[in-house]
């Protein structure tokens, strides 16, 4: 019996030693491949259409279901204002950059925008020539057309009523004191009250107790100031008059463009209502004060309406010929669909390395459109690359990795 212990004891303790000579190896390289994994554990995977995606090891991603590609690493040249995009982030995005240049300058087109606006010197105001109660309104709303000398008010007026006794009594002793008739006479047409009217009072031997008032222009109602059964005083506004018959079209003028703006020059303007359909008007005034807000300087233009085209209000373009002084004068010119708008500030992409897509935001002034391109007076240098084509992509790209970008005018991180 001691001998068959004995001799388990034996087979146990052989086992043992055959599996560890036939596992241990493989346990030593289990270990090793662990230790590989650490080593290489700052590999990263990210989406090249989100590469804001960021995980650890391969698979799909979460937001499109592409298959993940090993993330590069930044590059030392890369600095904080800067960011890197995926070569096949910008393939897929098809993002086009050109080389800028400097280009001479042959005569260009300027467009300018503007409004239609009542024109201001041949605008009048209907005013009451006596203080009293508005009996009656005439006309009710904005917008109606009036003729001179059309009824437009009745006014109860006690000064008048005070007026016309005195005018009674001096046709009384207009013989004996041919003086004093003339004076009162006169103070009733300083009151606006016409001969005729004058002398209808004289004959009536009546006092008049409400009087009209008569429109003294022709034109429309563009203001309504009074009501029926206001109070007013001597001289006080009723109605604004403007006679629509010649408008102006007013164009906003950039400060960097003045220099091609000049008093007489010609201009061809087009409206959104009637597209079809040129106008060839010439520059009549120049704003000769700069609005700091904007930094433009309203121009002018005054326009024919008697058929009655133009609506204030209504929004025109315009189009210059300008002429280029030095035709030796060299400028970069870039296409209009590489400037991003944010307000005030227009912004390019540039592509600050030859061989690596590497981008960076920068602010520029531009000057005029023509054919579809700017004249760039700042923020550029000749030779470098600018984005032209997916320029919003890579603005996207730059607000996801916190760079510089439209809404951010500051690195985040």
């Not at 001969?195 to 009209?212: M, T, Y």
């Not at 222009?217 to 006679?243: A, H, R």
């Not at 007013?250 to 106008?279: C, H, M, S, W």
Request: charged share 20%; hydrophobic share 35%.
């Amino acid at each position: 019996m001691k001998k068959n212990i004995i001799y388990i004891g034996v087979a146990v303790l052989a086992g043992l030693f055959a599996g560890y000579l036939i596992f241990g190896d493989k346990t030593s390289g289990l270990k090793e491949h662990n230790h590989l994994e650490e080593v290489n554990s700052d590999q990263k995977w990210t989406c090249s259409m989100h590469p804001q995606i960021m995980q650890l090891e391969p698979g799909d991603c979460p937001i499109c279901g592409m298959d993940l590609t090993r993330a590069q690493n930044e590059d030392d040249y890369v600095s904080s204002d800067q960011f890197k995009m995926t070569k096949n982030a910008m393939a897929l995005a098809n993002i086009q950059t050109m080389i800028v240049s400097q280009d001479s300058i042959e005569d260009n087109v300027l467009t300018l925008s503007g409004k239609i606006k009542e024109n201001e010197e041949a605008n009048a105001v209907q005013s009451g020539y006596f203080s009293g109660r508005i009996e009656r309104l005439y006309i009710n709303s904005v917008g109606e057309t009036v003729s001179q000398g059309q009824l437009m008010a009745t006014i109860y007026s006690p000064e008048l009523v005070a007026a016309q006794q005195e005018l009674l009594t001096a046709v009384t002793l207009r013989t004996s004191q041919p003086q004093l008739y003339e004076a009162v006479r006169n103070k009733l047409k300083l009151w606006k009250l016409s001969e005729k009217q004058i002398n209808q009072i004289e004959a009536s031997e009546k006092i008049k107790e409400n009087f009209p008032i008569y429109a003294s222009v022709s034109g429309t109602v563009s203001k309504k100031l009074v009501e029926q059964g206001d109070y007013i005083k001597q001289g006080q506004p009723l109605f604004s008059i403007s006679d629509l018959s010649t408008v102006w079209a007013v164009f906003d003028v950039y400060e960097n463009q003045l220099a091609l703006i000049r008093k007489g020059q010609k201009i061809n303007i087009a409206t959104n209502a009637y597209p079809d359909t040129k106008y060839d008007a010439k520059i009549v005034f120049i704003d000769p004060v700069l609005d700091e807000n904007t930094r433009t300087v309203e121009v002018r233009v005054e326009l024919n309406n008697k058929e009655k085209l133009f609506k204030p209000g209504m929004f025109v373009s315009g189009t210059v010929i300008t002429k280029n002084i030095n035709k030796e004068q060299k400028n970069i010119v870039i296409p209009a669909s590489a400037v991003l708008w944010t307000g005030k500030r227009s912004l390019v992409y540039v592509k600050t390395h030859k061989s690596e897509p590497i981008f960076e935001m920068r602010e520029v002034t531009i000057g005029d459109q023509n054919n579809k391109m700017y004249t760039v007076y700042s923020g550029l240098q000749p030779g470098e690359a600018i984005v032209t084509h997916g320029t919003f992509t890579v603005d996207a790209a730059a607000q996801l990795q916190g760079k510089r970008s439209m809404m951010n005018n500051e690195t985040v991180n």
